[in-house]
Each structure stands twice: as C-alpha cells, then as structure tokens.
C-alpha cells in the first residue's frame, strides 16, 4: 500500500469469551480514506472485533490502533459508530436524538442540534424532526441512528451491518453516504452479509471465519482466488471435441460450464474447433466476490473442522 498514511490496524486479535475463542488472530490493516468491508459468516466475530477496535471491549491479547492511537476512547469525537444492537431514546424526539449522539461526541448542544437539522433537511427527513423517535418505522429510526454516525463530521466511520433492515432505496442512499464520506477523505469500515454491498463500494475486504483471517485484500485480489468460468453452447453434441472438456463440466440446459483450464483458453478454443464442436457462443467470466467469499469462508471451516477431528480415537 506503498506510502498511504494508516487510519486502522489491528494485529492477531484475539477474544476470550468464558474461556471459549471467539475471535483467534484477526489482523487487518485500512488506509485512509478507504471503504473496507468486513465480510464473514454469522457468528465469525465480525462485531467482536469492530467492538476490541473500538475499545468497547478488551482483546484477550493483540493490538490495535485507530487514527494513530491505542486508546480509541480518548479519540471518540473522531470516530462514528453504528452498533450491531441499534437504540435511540423511544421518547426523544428524532431531532433530539441526533443533537444527543453529537453532544455524546463532543459537539456544544447549539451546533449538535443545529447539525441534526441540517442533516435531516439534506437527507429530505426534515418531517421527521419533531416526532419521537417510537413513532418511527425500524428503519426510519436506523437511518436517523446512521445520520448520527457523521453529525460530529468524524474522521473514521464504523458500521457494523449499517445495510441490514433498510429497503432497497435507503440502502442505496446509504451507499451513497459512504462514497461521500470516503470522498472527502473519511475512512469507512463496515460489516455486511450482503456481499454486493461490499462488491460495488469496497477498496478492500476482510473474510472473518471460524474467528481467524481469512482473507484480506482488494476485492479483485479475492475474485482471483477462483478460476474464471467458462460457457460453451456447441451445434454437435457429440463428437472428439468432448475430450477436451474437462472431467467437471456440466451440462446446463445444452450450455456447457467448467473452470477455465490452468493453461488458459486457448488450447480448448483449439481443441473444440478442431474437434469439430461448432461453437455457438462461448463466455468466460470472472466468479464474482459472492463466489470467492463463499470458496473462502467455506475452506476456512473445512480446515477447522479438520483440526476440531482429534486423531485419539484412530490411536
Ligand atoms: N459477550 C459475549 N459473551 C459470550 N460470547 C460472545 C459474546 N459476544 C460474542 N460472543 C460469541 O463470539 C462469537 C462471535 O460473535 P460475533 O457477534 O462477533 O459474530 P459476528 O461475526 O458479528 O456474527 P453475526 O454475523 O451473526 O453478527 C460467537 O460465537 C458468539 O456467540
Ligand atoms: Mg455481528
């Protein structure tokens, strides 16, 4: 990541809940000014980590800094968070409640309140303001949670499922907040179980499985973990040229589907031409970051499962 000033690091996390591992060596580096996804199955430890990076709770052991400092708590009127269990004061006018959120980070009442107006205006939720915050629907009370994340204009951003419980309009609204925060030179960390969400905004990607890394890196570099698939429509269907598919391809609806072989396409085109094949049509596409995550978060358990196998009962 060459010269790029660090906003977030974290390195070998590790979480003891009741002597039970719930998050075992998870490092993560973010630049500043990035959006990265934390990506992972339930229970991974996903929020147990944003949560030990935050300082909301103690790693068992590992370190972590945010915005160059190792206690988060003196810097929290730089940093935003949307917690897992979302709550805003039911009786708390929406309004209120978000002038409160910017009070809680350091804002002067006056601004904090003149701020929450602002910002319901510019998100065209300026009819929300004066109705307490149990009138609202669950996702109209998130959104106006979400707006408390950036009222102290923070200079890092932690949403843990920001996505989740919003309809397909807020959550892209919601898309867009985080492109405009990073733009202006805020960094954005988020978990999702949507991995589109993480596909189409993130620089980088973290896979949290079975509480461990699993992966982390660009998007692309994740996509790459699979072979590009190939798809072949042919006018024969049958001749020499089905040797040159390989053993694992599939016939879908008179489509053909295999990984693209290690040694490229070219050698098939070669060979289904010259077999005789008839090409109709033939793709290759890249698995998207839904398949690496679901290739790499499944490997990840398989392994564990590998280790949980003790060899004393072969013994
Ligand atoms: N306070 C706690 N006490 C005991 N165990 C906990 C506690 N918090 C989390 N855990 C355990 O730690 C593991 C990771 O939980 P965590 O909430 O971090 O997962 P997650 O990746 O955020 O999952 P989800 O996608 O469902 O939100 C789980 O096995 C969970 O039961
Ligand atoms: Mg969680």
């Known amino acids: 990541m ?17 002597g039970k591992r719930a998050v075992d060596g998870v490092s993560l580096t973010v630049p500043e000014a ?39 708590i003196e810097i929290a009127h730089l940093i935003g968070y949307l917690p897992e269990e979302r709550g805003l004061y039911p009786a ?39 109705r307490p915050i149990r009138t609202l629907s669950k996702g109209m009370a998130q959104t106006v949670q979400l707006l408390g994340t950036i009222i102290h204009e923070p200079k890092l951003i932690v949403l843990d499922e920001p996505f989740a419980g919003l309809d397909a309009i807020n959550q892209q609204k919601l898309e867009q907040l985080i492109r405009d925060q990073a733009a202006a030179g805020v960094t954005v960390i988020f978990s999702t179980h949507v ?31 699979l072979r590009p698939i190939v798809h072949v429509r042919t006018r024969a269907e049958d001749g020499p040229w089905r040797a040159a598919l390989p053993a694992s391809a599939a016939n879908v609806g008179g489509e053909w589907r295999f990984e693209l072989p290690a040694d490229g396409p070219e050698p098939l085109l ?9 090409i109709e049509t033939l793709s290759i596409e890249r698995p998207g970051l839904h398949d690496a995550f679901i290739a790499i978060a499944g490997e990840a358990a398989a392994r ?8 004393e009962e072969a013994a």
């Open 270 to 278: 070669k060979a289904l031409i010259d077999g005789g094949a008839g």
């Open 92 to 130: 708390m006018p929406a309004v209120e409640a978000l002038a409160f959120i910017g009070a809680l980070r350091g804002l002067p009442i006056r601004e904090s309140r003149r701020r929450a107006l602002v910002l319901l205006r510019s998100s065209g939720h300026e009819d929300w303001a004066k």
């Open 195 to 225: 991995i589109a969400h993480a596909e189409r905004l993130c620089e980088r990607v973290v896979i949290i499985a079975e509480g461990k890394s699993a992966f982390e890196g660009a998007v692309d570099e994740a996509r790459a973990r």
């Open 304 to 311: 564990e499962m590998g280790h949980a196998a003790p060899t």
């Open 2 to 18: 060459g010269e790029r000033p660090i906003a977030a690091e974290a390195r070998d996390l590790v979480k003891d809940f009741d």
């Open 34 to 72: 990035s959006i990265t996804g934390i990506l992972g199955p339930n229970g991974a430890g996903k929020t147990t980590c944003l949560r030990m990076m935050l300082g909301i709770i103690d790693p068992s052991s590992g370190t972590r800094s945010l915005l160059g400092h190792d206690r988060p």
